[in-house]
């Protein structure tokens, strides 16, 4: 990481959140798509289009269970 960038992320660590939200959303405007970007979305994509999921019920069930020991 450069120097700017390092002073560049120390002043947004001090802005408020909705100025810091403000910077996130610049930002998102004004990003170019990479191709690793857009590889990392496709793979994200396939994972949930292939991997098995979890319904919510079961996350619940299993936190109580851990919970409780």
Do not use: C, N, Y
């Not at 560049?8 to 408020?16: D, N, Q, R, V, W």
């Not at 100025?19 to 979305?41: G, K, P, Y």
């Not at 999921?53 to 409780?68: M, N």
């Amino acid at each position: 990481m450069t120097v700017r960038a390092r002073e560049i992320i120390t002043e947004i660590e001090g802005l408020s959140a909705e100025d810091r939200q403000e910077v996130f959303r610049w930002l998102w405007q004004h990003a170019e798509e990479t191709s690793e970007m857009l590889a990392a979305i496709d793979e994200g994509v396939r994972s949930l289009e292939e991997k098995p999921r979890t319904s919510a019920e079961e996350v619940q069930r299993k936190v109580r269970q851990w919970a409780v020991g």
